[in-house]
Structures are given as structure tokens and as C-alpha cells.
């Protein structure tokens, strides 16, 4: 094709510009326009497919756990604040999600962890478990089975509504009869402290749904689909759960690890909350390597909204690849 003649070339470039100077008024209006911040959050959930199930991920809203240093007593300050830093996270505060997981199996809609309930301990922008859930257009009374890592404050808090009665009235629960004992004894309540708040919590929660609940066993099918995988450190009986359907293979990691880039990096790394914080990086190094190795797919309970993704083995730890959104897990 011959070049165009110097005649059409400014043809062209008259017409462009004059097409220019009649948009740029409309568009300098429209960008001067005065619009309200809502300043209000959306809906926290996502969906989607996992094999011949589907997943929905749904929001408790996020704990402010304060002062980063302050959850890694034994760690180096400067080690967290660099890590942060290089990841482009606050080195202020320490701000953990709550993503609950609805697997619909197509039988049975299970449900994992349940966030901090009614009582909100950290904050109004916590306890949405339930709102969230609508919002997805799942009702309560739709879960069949409540499936807990463990029985901390924000993962088994959301069983007992405000009035006493079970937020969930047509599920099995299931937790470890390790944990349920632990966070039950009223002995341990009594005590002061954080252990003595959440056992009385665990109490509140656990203890009113007793004749429904059902304890996991390492390695044993919990619904169809789910299996067991004891991980305890953390709480003595601290469970994770693998997810399967087909070739589809995943992991509710629960309180395996907190945070993407700390835990990750520093799979060695000891927690405040854990019992037993040298026994709880034993289960997180052993899991992690196989959820590297197999390149089985992890639901986050702790890690950036809507914490699904992959892990990779690098250097000293590990690497986080969240799922791109809206591909299948």
C-alpha cells in the first residue's frame, strides 16, 4: 500500500484535533462533577467453581491485632519490619481477615470456621459473618454442617447467636475432641488472661450444641468430600481440612498460618497465640511442603480476602499466588 499524501495526513490530524476540542468540555465536566463517597463497605463474599463443587468465600470482617512485633514476641523486630516493607504491607498494625468457606458438595453445604459472633470483640467491622452470607444468597438454616479448625475466639464464636440459640439450627458441628476438652474445661475458664476469655467463650458456643456435635479424627472422612488432617501446635487438637471433587484438591488451612508474607517467609516463626509455638511451625513446615510439593490448592482462613491460592517452595519459606480472580480454584 503507497503512503498516504501529505495532503490527508492533515487532513487526518485537523480532523482529530478538532474532534478533541469538541470532547475535552464533555469530558472535563463530567470528571468536575461532584459525587458523595459512600464510605460504604460492599458485601464481603466470592464464588467460585471447585471441581464438581462450588465455593463460596465469605467475610467475617477483619481483626486488628495492633502492633506487629507484638504477635511474634520472640522474632526480631527488624526482621518484621523489613519483611513488611519489601511487601509493600503496614509495619504499624497487624490486620488479619476472616474468610469463611462455604463448600456446596451438591448434597450438603458445609461450612468452615465461624468468625467472632454477635459479640464482636474487635471491632463493629467484625461478626458479618451472617450478613455476608445472605448477601451471597445463602440462608443459615441452608448449612448443614459446621466444620471448626480449632476453638479460638474468631473460628468458633459465630455457633451461638445473641439470643442463645444456634445461628446454624439444622448443622452437625465438628471439631476435635482434643480442642472441644481444652476449650471447654471450666477449670481453664477461671484462669486470667486471654486463655481464660476464650475458653469461657468456647463454653458459651460450643457447649449449647453438644448433642449435635461430631469429633474429626486424623485422616478420617468427615462429610463426603472432606478429610481431616491433624496439625496441632497451635491448639492441642488444631485441625485442617483437605477439600477433594474429581481431580479438584484443595486445603482449609484454618490457623496453619496467619499472614501471607510473616508465616510464609518465616515458616519457623513462633505466634502469641500458640499453645504450643514450636509444635504449631512443625505442622505449618510439614504442610506447607506438601501443599507445595503436590501443588494442592489452599483456602486461607487468615490470608488477604479471598485467601485461595497456591503455595511454592521458595529460598527459606514459601511464596503465596493467589487465585487470579475468576479463575477456578
Known amino acids: 500500500m503507497s503512503a498516504l499524501p501529505p495532503f490527508a495526513l492533515g487532513r487526518r490530524r485537523l480532523l482529530a484535533g478538532a474532534l478533541g476540542a469538541a470532547i475535552l468540555p464533555v469530558l472535563t465536566r463530567r470528571a468536575d462533577a461532584a459525587a458523595p463517597i459512600s464510605g460504604v463497605r460492599p458485601a464481603d463474599w466470592y464464588r467460585t467453581r471447585f471441581g464438581e463443587f462450588e465455593i463460596t468465600v465469605v467475610g467475617d470482617g477483619d481483626l486488628d491485632l495492633g502492633e506487629p512485633a507484638a504477635g511474634f514476641p520472640g522474632h526480631p523486630r527488624d526482621d518484621l ?6 511487601n509493600f504491607r503496614s509495619t504499624e498494625k497487624l490486620v488479619l481477615p476472616q474468610n469463611c468457606f462455604v463448600v456446596n458438595t451438591g448434597r450438603q453445604m458445609v461450612l468452615f470456621d465461624t468468625g ?12 458479618m459473618l451472617l450478613a455476608n452470607l445472605r448477601a451471597a444468597g445463602i440462608m443459615p438454616e441452608q448449612i448443614d454442617a459446621v466444620v471448626c479448625s480449632h476453638g479460638h475466639i474468631d473460628h468458633v464464636w459465630g455457633i451461638i447467636g445473641g439470643d442463645g440459640k444456634p445461628n446454624f439450627p439444622n448443622a452437625q458441628v465438628f471439631i476435635s475432641k482434643a480442642d472441644f476438652d481444652f476449650w471447654t474445661d471450666e477449670a481453664r475458664g477461671r484462669t486470667d488472661g486471654w ?5 469461657q467463650g468456647a463454653r458459651r ?18 462429610v463426603p468430600g472432606v478429610i481431616a488432617v491433624s496439625s496441632p501446635g497451635h491448639t ?3 485441625t485442617a481440612y483437605v477439600v477433594q471433587s474429581g481431580n479438584a484438591k484443595a486445603m482449609f488451612i484454618g490457623d496453619l498460618a496467619h499472614h501471607e508474607v510473616i508465616m510464609l517467609r518465616r515458616p519457623q516463626i513462633e505466634f502469641a497465640y500458640d499453645t504450643d509455638p514450636r509444635q504449631s511451625a512443625q505442622s505449618r513446615l510439614r504442610l506447607l511442603r506438601m501443599l507445595a510439593q503436590e501443588r494442592i490448592g489452599v483456602m486461607s482462613y487468615h490470608f488477604a480476602f479471598p485467601g485461595l491460592g497456591h503455595v511454592a517452595a521458595e529460598g527459606e519459606g514459601f511464596g503465596w499466588y493467589p487465585l487470579p480472580w475468576g479463575v477456578n480454584l
Not at 81 to 86: D, E, G, K, N, Y
Not at 116 to 127: D, M
Open 81 to 86: 519490619t523489613q519483611l513488611l516493607r519489601a
Open 116 to 127: 467472632v459472633g454477635y459479640t464482636r470483640p474487635f471491632g463493629p467491622h467484625t461478626g
Open 195 to 199: 486463655v481464660g476469655v476464650f475458653v
Open 205 to 222: 458456643n460450643l457447649l449449647p450444641v453438644r448433642e449435635r456435635l461430631t469429633f474429626v479424627e486424623d485422616g478420617k472422612e468427615v
Open 236 to 238: 492441642v487438637g488444631h
